[in-house]
């Protein structure tokens, strides 16, 4: 189990990163120092949403169709950029979902960036 991971079972039988049973849920961005960041609870979740849109503001977004199996889902994307001297890139991602009751328990982003 990965240092951290909570070992509370979930209806698929796997360890899952939603436990307690109350909790909030995890967001594990793509941007960060560890790599990424990881937000936990209500204010952190918040804070990291809004660092993602600030992190991402200006670019055009083009969403994937998303893939979904039970609690899970997987949704592709990809971010076009123009910067500031009239280059333009493209950043894409996937986000792995984890969904328990409802509501979101797991956000994991993984994204492919320029070097």
Same mark, same amino acid.
């Given at each position: 189990?990965?240092?951290?991971?909570?070992?509370?079972?979930?209806?698929?039988?796997?360890?899952?990163?939603?436990?307690?049973?109350?909790?909030?849920?995890?967001?594990?961005?793509?941007?960060?120092?560890?790599?990424?960041?990881?937000?936990?609870? =209500?204010?952190?979740?918040?804070?990291?949403?809004?660092?993602?849109?600030? =992190?991402?503001?200006?670019?055009?977004?083009?969403?994937?169709?998303?893939?979904?199996?039970?609690?899970?889902?997987?949704?592709?994307?990809?971010? =076009?950029?123009?910067?500031?001297?009239?280059?333009?890139?493209?950043?894409?991602?996937?986000?792995?979902?984890?969904?328990?009751?409802?509501?979101?328990?797991?956000?994991?982003?993984?994204?492919?960036?320029?070097?």
């Amino acid at each position: 189990m990965a240092p951290g991971a909570d070992s509370t079972r979930c209806r698929s039988g796997s360890s899952c990163p939603c436990s307690p049973p109350r909790s909030p849920g995890r967001n594990s961005a793509s941007v960060g120092p560890e790599p990424g960041r990881t937000f936990r609870g =209500h204010s952190e979740l918040e804070a990291g949403f809004r660092a993602m849109f600030e =992190h991402d503001a200006g670019a055009r977004i083009e969403q994937g169709e998303p893939l979904v199996q039970d609690e899970w889902a997987v949704s592709t994307w990809a971010y =076009h950029f123009d910067g500031a001297d009239g280059s333009q890139w493209c950043e894409r991602g996937i986000d792995l979902w984890r969904f328990r009751d409802g509501k979101i328990c797991l956000k994991d982003a993984y994204r492919k960036t320029r070097a």
